[in-house]
């Protein structure tokens, strides 16, 4: 009897993952294929839609018990878009830990499973990184890939920000970092971007894993890049003015003595 205990328990989910929909179904087979393949622990999983018009609704009720782990179908109620579901799933998960994917398959979901396991080293955020060293992007927009990486790479070395890729929406949030946060993005994806400045900026254990990112199989990218990038530039000042670890007295002394010289 005990015996049958200890294996429930073991099942029981540990990691929520949280994934925002539009019109993904000729993708969401595959990404369920992929996590009952790649990944090791417990899950549950939250699919996040918009409207009950969206087919991928369906294909999810379809084939969602099928799977070794529980599929939850949840109605974005905040309001359309990715950013409302991404809002709306860490709202409403309970585990310990949540990781943000996509539906596209594009995320590399191997590195799930260090995450968790930084996680349960202590770790309040976990960014998967395809900028660090033996990380990599293949595919998609090249302007994107350039800011994002400019982004990522100067806010590492400048403000010691602990990932390379701050830009990444691929990240593990503990429950813990989630409810300090008070969430006010009101663009798109640039949410995972706030969430770890201000993480960040109050101290809390953050680091990184490297990862490969692959352009989508099926359909266009929901990403808007020129409307969102105001929002990301936002969070990027934030933390270069606000960091800790930048010395802003000393900078400008230097100046002024370089132009006084």
């Known amino acids: 009897m005990l015996e049958e205990q200890k294996i429930q328990d073991i099942q029981q989910p540990i990691l929520a993952l949280i994934v925002p929909v539009y019109y993904e179904q000729d993708n ?4 369920f294929d992929d996590i009952q393949e790649k990944i090791k622990i417990p899950i549950k999983l939250y699919i996040i839609y918009d409207t009950e018009n969206d087919p991928t609704v369906e294909v999810v009720k379809r084939v969602k018990n099928l799977y070794p782990f529980p599929i939850d179908l949840v109605l ?12 709306t799933g860490l709202h409403i998960f309970r585990e310990d830990a949540c ?19 930084l996680f349960c080293q202590g770790f309040h955020i976990v960014c998967a990184s395809r900028y660090m060293r033996n990380g990599q992007q293949i595919g998609g ?15 590492y ?6 990932t390379h890729d701050v830009t ?6 503990s429950k813990e970092a989630i409810s300090q946060i008070n969430i006010t993005s009101t663009g798109g994806f640039e949410i995972g971007m706030e969430i770890v400045v201000k993480s960040f900026l109050k101290g809390l254990a953050i680091t990184e ?13 929901k990403f808007k890049l ?3 990038l105001p929002y990301y530039f936002k969070w990027y000042l934030l933390v270069l003015l606000k960091s800790p670890f930048v010395n802003y007295k000393k900078i400008i002394y230097n100046k002024i003595r370089k132009v006084g010289a």
Do not use: E, Q
Not at 141 to 155: Q, T, Y
Not at 168 to 173: A, E, G, P, R, V
């Open 76 to 87: 974005n109620r905040i309001g359309s878009g990715a950013l409302n579901a991404i809002k």
């Open 141 to 155: 927009n090249f302007l994107k890939k350039v800011l994002s990486k400019i982004a990522g790479k100067s806010l």
């Open 209 to 221: 894993v490297p990862t490969i990112w692959k352009d989508r199989y099926v359909g266009n990218s």
């Open 99 to 117: 990781v943000i994917i996509m539906a596209d398959s594009s995320d590399d979901l191997n590195t799930i499973n260090g995450m968790y396991g």
């Open 226 to 228: 020129f409307k969102w």
């Open 157 to 162: 070395y400048l403000t010691k920000l602990p």
């Open 28 to 31: 969401i087979i595959k990404l």
């Open 168 to 173: 990444n929406s691929f990240k593990l949030y």
